[in-house]
């Protein structure tokens, strides 16, 4: 089957899911309110893409394999207080406090991740930023609605170039 209508649909929700992806990266949210973004690498990295696959059409969402971690929150582990430092120095609007410099804030940084866990951004620790949670709340109706609505037509199209029938079982 031939997916035009579906994949027109897709196409118009890729363009708007990555634009929203990326501008909830860049909104001032939380306690106290602050960007995900640091260098902005995960924004440049928020792709999508639609194809086809073993008669099927799909639409994907990409970004940086850290976007989990952004998205969902991580568990207490170790990081590598230099990926921490040059994060620093990477935010624009990252404020020392006090007397400290950027390896003693690297440092703290590292170890409060290796107790506590990172992205206290909604509802405490580890709870992440809740980007796929906001798409899927903002755009759940929009995307029922346009998958369905233009699978039907290409299925008409299809049902009327195969038997010669329409929708309504005529012919």
Same mark, same amino acid.
């Given at each position: 089957m031939v997916y035009n209508f579906t994949a027109?649909?897709?196409n118009r929700l890729r363009v708007k899911i990555v +634009?929203?992806? !990326?501008?909830?990266?860049?909104?001032? +949210?939380g306690s106290p309110p602050s960007r995900l973004e640091a260098s902005g690498s995960l924004r440049r990295s928020i792709k999508g893409v639609v194809f086809t696959k073993e008669n099927n059409i799909r639409l994907n969402i990409y970004g940086n394999d850290y976007f989990d971690l952004v998205d969902k929150g991580g568990d207490p582990?170790?990081?590598?207080?230099?990926?921490i430092l040059n994060w620093i120095r990477r935010k624009a609007d990252f404020t020392l406090k006090g007397n400290i410099d950027e390896r003693t804030a690297a440092m703290r940084i590292s170890n409060s991740i290796a107790q506590k866990g990172t992205i206290a951004r909604f509802g405490g620790r580890n709870k992440g930023a809740n980007i796929i949670d906001y798409i899927n709340k903002t755009y759940e109706k929009e995307i029922t609605k346009e998958i369905t609505d233009s699978y039907l +037509?290409?299925?008409?199209?299809? =049902?009327? !170039?195969?038997?010669?029938?329409? =929708?309504?079982?005529s012919k």
């Amino acid at each position: 089957m031939v997916y035009n209508f579906t994949a027109q649909a897709l196409n118009r929700l890729r363009v708007k899911i990555v +634009k929203s992806i !990326k501008e909830q990266i860049l909104e001032q +949210k939380g306690s106290p309110p602050s960007r995900l973004e640091a260098s902005g690498s995960l924004r440049r990295s928020i792709k999508g893409v639609v194809f086809t696959k073993e008669n099927n059409i799909r639409l994907n969402i990409y970004g940086n394999d850290y976007f989990d971690l952004v998205d969902k929150g991580g568990d207490p582990r170790r990081v590598d207080q230099n990926k921490i430092l040059n994060w620093i120095r990477r935010k624009a609007d990252f404020t020392l406090k006090g007397n400290i410099d950027e390896r003693t804030a690297a440092m703290r940084i590292s170890n409060s991740i290796a107790q506590k866990g990172t992205i206290a951004r909604f509802g405490g620790r580890n709870k992440g930023a809740n980007i796929i949670d906001y798409i899927n709340k903002t755009y759940e109706k929009e995307i029922t609605k346009e998958i369905t609505d233009s699978y039907l +037509k290409d299925m008409a199209n299809f =049902l009327q !170039k195969e038997d010669n029938i329409n =929708l309504d079982g005529s012919k």
